[in-house]
């Protein structure tokens, strides 16, 4: 099935007035109501609570506010544009694609999800230009987005977010990324951006340690203050190249189906894959975490 064939023009608000989320809401609900019979504050109600997970807005102000519903056993979608953005999960966001499910979700669901996120990051110009939404409709109609096919890797990574770093970097552009940005895995590349490895923070703590204190059973007698006070000195000497693992088993590639991808990281203990494109150049980093927000909590 396509997502226009799940789109109802009645569903669509373009050039709202609205100057909050919850508005947002109650509009969606009450048309909701009149269309399907749903109980108006328990359709607010699952929108708000999801709400409070936080959302990823895209950087063109485009949102995507779900709610799940006891007993709906079908996907109700509907798509809102404001006249002016709004605060919106501490960013600020005009597009809305909202969309209600039942309690145990589904693979349509996800992909759903997964489209709207392609028309984020691929169309906005296109979708900001319809003036109604009868032509916001047959624009989507015309890009054919496929929502019963397998969930595949591409379709939840974002590729802007992808961080790394090279072999030939000093250890502390390492650290500094990880603490900047709350992050404890880096892919490894080399000076052509080429995939070569994986950096993780246990690797850098490894570093941070005389190698000779690995081969005693017991460091208690030394201090604690004095041990790291020389890795400041060592960090901007040391390179990735010294500290990282070369590893071409934690990868994932494009074109791979979620499914697989938590089944190998279940089975090998692994809580990051890297993906790679058709030139083995890191486009995105898949945690576990990740797994758990975008595919089983979505």
């Known amino acids: 099935m396509k997502l226009d064939n799940l789109l109802n ?29 749903l109980d ?100 989507i ?15 939840v990574i974002n590729s802007d977010e992808v961080l790394t770093v090279c072999v030939d970097d000093n250890l502390s552009v390492a ?26 923070a246990l690797d850098i703590v490894k570093a941070a340690y005389p190698r000779s204190s690995f081969l005693m059973s017991d460091i208690g007698f030394m201090s604690t203050s004095r041990s790291f006070e020389g890795f400041h000195r060592k960090e901007a000497t040391m390179k990735v190249s010294q500290v990282y693992s070369e590893d071409k088993q934690r990868v994932a590639r494009l074109d791979e189906q979620m499914i697989q991808i938590g089944f190998k990281m279940v089975k090998n203990d692994w809580h990051h894959l890297t993906v790679l494109d058709d030139e083995k150049k890191p486009v995105a980093v898949i945690s576990d975490r990740s797994f758990v927000s975008k595919v089983l909590r979505a």
């Open 175 to 200: 650290v500094d990324l990880m603490k900047e940005k709350g992050i404890k895995f880096l892919p490894v590349v080399d000076k052509n951006g080429l995939y070569k490895g994986k950096l993780n």
């Open 40 to 139: 108006e504050q328990e359709v607010v109600d699952a929108f708000l609570e999801r709400e409070k997970l936080g959302y990823v807005i895209f950087p063109d102000g485009s949102s995507f506010p779900h709610g799940r519903l006891e007993g709906l056993d079908d996907l109700i979608i509907a798509m809102v544009k404001c006249k002016t953005p709004l605060d919106f999960c501490g960013k600020k966001a005009d597009l809305f694609y909202c969309v209600l499910t039942s309690n145990a979700g589904s693979n349509r669901y996800l992909m759903v999800l997964a489209s709207f996120a392609k028309l984020a990051q691929y169309h906005q110009e296109k979708i900001r230009l319809t003036q109604s939404p009868r032509e916001l409709i047959e624009l």
């Open 9 to 37: 023009q009645e569903l669509v608000f373009w050039d709202v007035d609205a100057k909050s989320s919850l508005q947002i809401y109650q509009m969606i609900a009450e048309r909701v109501q009149q269309m399907f019979a």
């Open 141 to 155: 109609r015309a890009l054919q987005l496929d929502v019963d096919k397998s969930l595949l890797v591409s379709d």
